[in-house]
Each structure stands twice: as C-alpha cells, then as structure tokens.
C-alpha cells in the first residue's frame, strides 16, 4: 500500500509541510503502509490549469506528468492544508484541477489536516474541501479530519519547542485518523478492483 501526502501551502518552510512530514514519519513508524510518497507545493510548482491539459499538450507532461504518475500509483491520500483568510490556497484547489482525469485520485479515501496558526481557526479549509474538490475527482474525504490549531508549538522534532498536553493529544488523535485510513485504503482497494466503478461513461460527478 501507498499513501500520499499533499502539502498544500505555497511557503517555504511551512506549518503544513512541517505537519505533513510529520504524519509521513508516523505512517512509517506505525507500518500502516509500505511506501510514503510526500509532494509539497512550496513555491507553487504548478501552473495553473488550462485546457491544454485536455489536449494532452506536451507541455503539461513536463509540468506534472512524473507528479500525475506517481499520484495515480498512490492508494490513499493525506491532504494537508492551511487557512489563509480562510481559504484554501491557491495552489492546492489549483492541484486538484489538474489532477482531475485518469482515475488519478477517483475512489480512494484522503484524510484532511487542516492548519491554523491560531487558536480559532482551520474550519472552513474542511468545509472547502469537503463540498468543492470531490466532484470530478472522485476523491472520496474520510467523516474523520484533524484541525492542528496554534500549528507552531506541536509536531516540532525538538520536543521542548511542543506544547505537551496540546502534542500528546494532537499526536494520538493523529495516529488514531491514519489508522481509520489505512482501514479505508483496503476497503477501497477492493471497489476499485470490482469492475463497477466506471470513469468512461460518467466522466464528471453531477
């Protein structure tokens, strides 16, 4: 089984990424899985979608066509997004524009780890996600999500930088929704292999 990480913050050395790697380490900690495939979109490496990507343009291979394989290889997925204004940035709706066809990311489970700096926020990238980015993919959101709330004093590799009682929650509540993944990704292994999910006659969701 593999899983991939999205990393949907468009700043080095983000919050997100952080957490990202994070869960990464647990999975492999864990052996909930036998292969971890982590993307970042620091810097905002893609362009945004066009219809050239229809066309089955050359250009669109180099942009993304190691990063669509290795996606499409992928059994399940960890979608870790931030709040900016309370958003999802750019660049991560931008993703699943391109990563739209195929059956790259069609009928397979992903978690969402939304990121807040703060200790209010990380609601509305959830609600984003969950009613905006499914449609033609396909992608299907576990019930379960992770809110990581002032984002900056947990998951730190120095533990003295943690805040301990908010780290050891976040940490097992972690664990307990990468678990509830892995469950899902065996599940849905087998939907996809019963030969009654279709791409080719309902191209788009309604």
Known sequence: MKIGIICGSHRDESQSEK????AAAQLEAQKLCDEVFVYSLAGSPLPFWDEGIWAGEARW????????????SCDAFVVVTPEWHGMVPSGLKNLFLVANGDGILAHKPA??????????????????LRMSSYKNSRICYLPEHLIVRNA??????D???NDQESHTYLHGRLIYCLEMLREYALAFQGIRASGKVTLETYTNGM
């Open 61 to 72: 291979d180099d942009y993304a066509g190691d990063l669509l394989t290795a996606l499409k």
């Open 19 to 22: 957490i990202g790697r994070y």
């Open 159 to 161: 533990d003295d930088s």
């Open 152 to 157: 900056g004093s947990v998951f730190n590799t």
């Open 111 to 128: 978690l969402i780890i939304s990121v807040s700096g703060g200790a209010g926020g990380g609601t509305y990238p959830i609600a984003e």
